[in-house]
C-alpha cells in the first residue's frame, strides 16, 4: 500500500460533486428533485446517492422520499463548512484499489520511507481541512449563478 492511499491523499474524487450539490441546494427553495440534481451536476442518479448518502447520515443534507421526494440541506448554508463536507465525503469514499503490480516493492527503505511520508501527507490533510473549514456552502452560494 502506498503512502497517499494510506494517509488518504487530499481531496477525494467525489468532495467537488458533493460541494456543488450543497451550493444547488443552498440556492434551492425547499426540495429539489433528484433529476434536477443529475442535471445540474451531469451524472447518474446511482453515483448522486452515492455522494449524498454520507452527507444525508451527517445530518447535512435531507433525503425525502416519494412523489415530491428529493433533497434539501438538512441546517442553513451558513452553517455547513467545507470542512465538515470534506470529512464527510471522505470517511464514506471507498478506499483506492491498488493490484500487486500498481505498487512498487522499495524493500525495507520504501517501507520507512511511505511510513514518513503517509504522517506529513496526514499532516497536510488536518490542515487542509481546517483551512476548509473556514468556508461554508453560504460563502460560495453567493459566488456562483446556477
Not at 491523499?9 to 458533493?18: H, S
Not at 527503505?109 to 468556508?135: K, M, N, P, T, Y
Amino acid at each position: 500500500m502506498s503512502a497517499s492511499s494510506r494517509a488518504g491523499g487530499f481531496a477525494p474524487p467525489r468532495f467537488g460533486v458533493a460541494v456543488h450539490i450543497l451550493v444547488l441546494l443552498a440556492l434551492t427553495e425547499g426540495v429539489c428533485p433528484s433529476a434536477e440534481i443529475a442535471s445540474q451536476v451531469q451524472s447518474h442518479s446511482t453515483f448522486l446517492r452515492k455522494v449524498l448518502a454520507p452527507l444525508v447520515q451527517v445530518g447535512i443534507v435531507e433525503a425525502r422520499e416519494g412523489r415530491v421526494g428529493g433533497y434539501r440541506l438538512g441546517k442553513p448554508a451558513d452553517r455547513i463548512t467545507l470542512g465538515e463536507v470534506y470529512t464527510a465525503v471522505k470517511s464514506s469514499a471507498a478506499p483506492a484499489t491498488e493490484g500487486p503490480d500498481d505498487v512498487p516493492d522499495c524493500g525495507p527503505r520504501g517501507e520507512q520511507l511511505d511510513l514518513a511520508l503517509g504522517v506529513i501527507l496526514g499532516q497536510a490533510e488536518e490542515q487542509a481541512v481546517d483551512f476548509l473549514g473556514r468556508f461554508t456552502i453560504a460563502d460560495l452560494a453567493r459566488k456562483v449563478d446556477l
